[in-house]
């Protein structure tokens, strides 16, 4: 089992930043990649951006390219997201993820079900 433990959401104006952290603990030796989700109201859950823990290769959903950044820290088992230009469409519930699973077409990580391992989600609020 892997535990997953979210930080970093709050309130923040349009054009502000954001560092949400997730902490994983657990058997996350195994990790393969880590990702964040969001959902807001009403909503389907949706990809955002995932990382090869191992690699550090990356991908971002478009709505996210360039003003997102993935990062991790291996000694700390921890994954960032750092979001800048924040909009009030980015407003939601921020979910980390995590796999021990290996997949050849990495494209499938942008799927929900590719992932066993979920956060408790953190609230991210952007006003207008």
């Known amino acids: 089992q892997v535990q997953l433990v979210e930080s970093g959401g709050g309130l923040v104006q349009a054009g502000g930043s954001l560092r949400l952290s997730c902490a994983a603990s657990?058997?996350?030796?195994?990790?393969?990649?880590m990702a964040w989700f969001r959902q807001a109201p009403g909503k389907e859950r949706e990809f955002v951006t995932f990382?090869?823990?191992?690699?550090?290769?990356?991908y971002y959903a478009d709505s996210v390219k360039g003003r997102f950044t993935i990062s991790r820290d291996n000694a700390k088992n921890t994954v960032y997201l750092q979001m800048v230009s924040l909009k009030p469409e980015d407003t939601a519930v921020y979910y980390c993820?995590?796999?021990?699973?290996?997949?050849?077409?990495?494209?499938?990580?942008?799927?929900?079900?590719?992932?066993?391992?979920w956060g408790q989600g953190t609230q991210v609020t952007v006003s207008s």
């Open positions: 990382i090869n823990w191992r690699y550090d290769s990356t």
């Open positions: 657990g058997r996350s030796l195994g990790t393969t990649y």
């Open positions: 993820a995590a796999t021990t699973t290996y997949m050849s077409n990495r494209r499938a990580y942008v799927n929900t079900d590719a992932y066993g391992f």
